[in-house]
């Protein structure tokens, strides 16, 4: 099969690869219908050390080719969604809604690797979630997001405490911060303010259910929140970027009794010990237990109730990965769809 494989920074190629095979009886192999380049993918295709060769992807929709035989959730000819972690979903952390943490799980990516033809799923029964019957194509990329964007967009609202009466500010305008804007707006929050400068990016937003926008950012963009929320700060922030800036504008911007969820992928984010101690601030957040929420958003997106599919601002096949990898890189788009 054809795969993508990463050797270094910059270094994004498209390669033979071997066919997945069962492994273990709780294995599932899928044949990838859609797969995404995800934001986090950006953070070795930028600083990965020569030679550190990976399969890429953990994003991704599928069929199922072939079960093991301790598999009983899905079956041959069905089609899935898939967590990008790797979950029994019977552990006491995965039955108290943490899958992302699962004492048996994995990620997916290393050698399991989804930006490819055909794909092995470990632990299938916790991991896919089949929809109800064969979605229509339009839907798909919908279904795609559920995977990792749309999921982890849903806990971070989920994690800061979205919801009627609520006014969401939302730090970063990425496919996480629009699905977190989208999440906001389905759990009922009276307003969202998106924070970004990309003309883009904000009519998306708006789109997804954006009633506010502020270009400012840093202490700037705080100083807006305040302005727009009375003096006082957002009941719930979303952080989706990841970065000191990010982080320290998401709890400056939250009002004392607020919540904070986050989910960017953090990297060297100190807290200061007074903005800590001081603010008066819930801090939720890390990688999102996307197997959680995939039924309640399955079922939206098969209802037409959401279109997040909409993140989606480029398409290739598998083939050009290393062109949507630059793409997304040098922000000409926001997240690019693979048809292996």
């Not at 609520?166 to 924070?195: F, H, K, N, S, Y």
């Not at 954006?210 to 963009?221: F, I, K, P, Q, S």
């Not at 990010?246 to 709890?251: L, Y």
């Not at 010990?273 to 959680?292: N, S, T, Y």
Request: hydrophobic fraction near 40%; charged fraction near 20%.
């Amino acid at each position: 099969m054809r795969g993508v494989v990463m050797y270094g920074a910059g270094d994004v190629r498209v390669e033979d690869r071997d066919d997945p095979v069962i492994q273990e009886p709780t294995d599932a192999i899928i044949k990838v219908v859609a797969a995404c380049v995800c934001g986090s993918d950006l953070w070795p295709y930028r600083g990965a050390p020569e030679g550190n060769r990976s399969f890429m992807g953990h994003e991704y929709v599928g069929v199922v080719e072939q079960i093991g035989d301790q598999v009983t959730t899905v079956a041959p000819g069905d089609f899935v969604v898939g967590s990008f972690m790797i979950s029994d979903n019977t552990c006491p952390i995965c039955t108290a809604g943490y899958q992302s943490r699962c004492v048996n799980g994995m990620g997916v990516g290393g050698e399991i690797g989804t930006q490819a033809q055909y794909a092995r799923t470990p632990l299938a029964d916790g991991t896919l979630v089949a929809t109800d019957g064969q979605p229509d194509a339009d839907l798909v990329p919908s279904l795609l997001t559920a995977s990792d964007v749309l999921g982890t967009g849903w806990f971070a609202a989920d994690a800061a405490q979205a919801g009627p009466g609520r006014t969401v500010a939302v730090v970063g305008d990425g496919a996480v911060g629009l699905m977190g804007v989208l999440a906001a707006r389905q759990m009922g929050a009276e307003r969202i303010i998106a924070m970004s400068r990309h003309e883009s990016r904000q009519k998306l937003a708006r789109e997804f259910g954006a009633t506010d926008v502020v270009v400012e950012r840093g202490d700037e963009g705080v100083a807006k929140i305040k302005e727009l929320t009375d003096g006082l700060g957002a009941h719930s922030v979303i952080e989706a970027v990841g970065t000191q800036e990010s982080m320290m504008q998401a709890i400056h911007s939250t009002r004392p009794g607020g919540h904070v969820g986050f989910v960017g992928l953090s990297f060297d984010v100190k807290l200061p010990g007074r903005d800590l101690f001081g603010g008066l601030v819930h801090l939720h957040g890390g990688p999102a237990p996307v197997r959680r929420y995939l039924p309640e958003l399955i079922r939206l997106i098969m209802d037409r109730t959401i279109d997040p599919g909409k993140v989606f601002d480029m398409t290739l096949p598998l083939e050009d990965a290393a062109q949507g990898y630059r793409a997304m890189d040098e922000r000409k788009a926001v997240k690019v769809l693979l048809t292996p």
